[in-house]
């Protein structure tokens, strides 16, 4: 299987650019597969158009449960995780 491996050096704060980059992959045929040590982006050919949109989400918070089902309801899925 093809792959495409990108730097994803984006910190936390800057969630817009790390979006931008990802929506610009997927625009060129290609969907994030795993981010590796929050630092580098495999991505694979998409078999189907994708769009990202990127959230932040503290897991400490006390409705987290239910902010992760309402997402879950509107059809997001989550691709990756990374840590601050």
């Given at each position: 299987?093809?792959?495409?491996?990108?730097?994803?050096?984006?910190?936390?704060?800057?969630?817009?650019?790390?979006?931008?980059?990802?929506?610009?992959?997927?625009?060129?045929g290609w969907r994030l597969e795993k981010l590796w040590l929050n630092l580098l982006a495999r991505?694979?050919?998409?078999?189907?158009?994708?769009?990202?949109?990127?959230?932040?989400?503290?897991?400490?918070?006390?409705?987290?449960?239910?902010?992760?089902?309402?997402?879950?309801?509107?059809?997001?899925?989550?691709?990756?995780?990374?840590?601050?």
């Amino acid at each position: 299987m093809k792959r495409k491996w990108t730097l994803f050096a984006y910190p936390v704060m800057d969630i817009k650019a790390a979006e931008a980059m990802l929506n610009r992959r997927a625009e060129e045929g290609w969907r994030l597969e795993k981010l590796w040590l929050n630092l580098l982006a495999r991505f694979v050919p998409a078999e189907k158009p994708v769009t990202y949109s990127l959230d932040w989400y503290d897991p400490a918070r006390e409705d987290g449960p239910d902010y992760l089902r309402l997402l879950a309801d509107a059809g997001w899925y989550q691709a990756a995780q990374t840590g601050y």
